[in-house]
C-alpha cells in the first residue's frame, strides 16, 4: 500500500498543500496523522479525481433599476 505526504498529493492532483489539507478537514479526503506529517493512500485519491477544478464562479451581484444611491 502506498503512502503520500500532502505535499506529494497536491502535487499529483495539480492544487497546493493548503487545498489538499482542506479537502481533508472538511472529509473529503481520508489522512491520518505521521508525527507533524498527514499520510494519505494513494487509493484515496480516487474519492478526489472527479472534483471540479478551480473556484466556483461568484455569485452574479443583483441587477439595480438604474438609480444611482447617494447623494441628490
Known amino acids: 500500500m502506498d503512502e ?3 505535499q506529494q498529493v497536491a502535487e499529483r492532483l495539480g492544487v497546493t498543500v493548503r487545498r489538499v489539507q482542506a479537502m481533508i478537514k ?3 479526503l481520508p489522512a491520518t ?3 507533524r506529517a498527514l499520510v494519505i493512500r494513494e487509493s484515496d ?3 478526489v ?3 471540479k477544478a478551480g473556484r466556483p464562479p461568484k455569485a452574479k451581484p443583483a441587477q439595480s433599476n438604474g438609480k444611482k444611491k447617494g447623494k441628490k
Open 4 to 6: 503520500l505526504t500532502a
Open 26 to 28: 472538511d472529509g473529503r
Open 33 to 35: 496523522r505521521f508525527g
Open 45 to 47: 485519491l480516487a474519492l
Open 49 to 51: 479525481a472527479d472534483r
